[in-house]
């Protein structure tokens, strides 16, 4: 027996809405991470506000969160859409977390670990051109944000060769829409020049 697909897509969105970064926080120096460093919950923050290996772990369980939805989508679903749609849910949730009053993170790697499972070549040259971007600058949002344009891009571009459907391309379009805005507060920076780079410290937590 399986979940109808609309319980499917608010379970994702609940799976999405876990916190980690602002659990690992609080585990860690029972502070909230949305008091430190950019006030973000994501694993940059964690990074700069919790060392690296804090950050690493917050990466690999926000990518988990956004692959598992898409896995269990495609395994219980008939429909071609459904386990996008559920990727898609569980980065709603990072960004929109119910447990945050709907104040979360920046999407990314919920989105990298969700798509990288739908539209493999197009998430890979959209990785790419982060490490690229992030390598020769240092700006993480800088990164993210023509990241997730070029996803959307080489999504369309290519879609025929990867076989991707019509309206899995609409839902990755528009997550790659979702995580540029949700960067709004990271491109004012940028364009006054007072965005972080990846290697500047926040405040630490005490050891």
């Not at 004012?188 to 990846?198: D, F, K, M």
Request: charged share 15%; with cysteine.
């Amino acid at each position: 027996m399986t979940l109808p697909d609309g319980g499917l897509l608010l379970c994702s969105y609940l799976l999405g809405s876990i916190p980690f970064g602002y659990l690992i926080a609080l585990w860690r120096s029972g502070r909230d991470i949305r008091d430190l460093g950019s006030g973000n919950i994501g694993a940059t923050n964690v990074l700069r506000t919790q060392g690296k290996g804090w950050g690493l772990l917050t990466l690999i369980l926000d990518a988990g969160k956004g692959a598992v939805p898409v896995l269990v989508g495609n395994a219980v679903s008939a429909s071609a859409w459904v386990g996008p749609a559920c990727g898609a849910a569980a980065v709603v949730g990072h960004c929109f977390p119910l447990w945050l009053r709907f104040r979360g993170g920046k999407g990314i790697a919920s989105g990298l670990g969700a798509y990288l499972l739908i539209a493999p070549l197009a998430t890979a040259l959209g990785l790419a051109l982060f490490l690229l971007v992030v390598a020769a600058t240092g700006w993480v949002a800088l990164g993210s944000v023509l990241a997730s344009l070029g996803f959307g891009t080489a999504l369309i571009l290519l879609r025929d060769r990867m076989g991707v459907p019509p309206e899995v391309v609409w839902i990755g379009c528009g997550l790659a829409l979702l995580l540029v805005s949700r960067h709004h507060s990271n491109i004012r920076r940028l364009i006054r020049g007072a965005e972080p780079r990846v290697w500047d410290k926040g405040e630490r937590a005490e050891s």
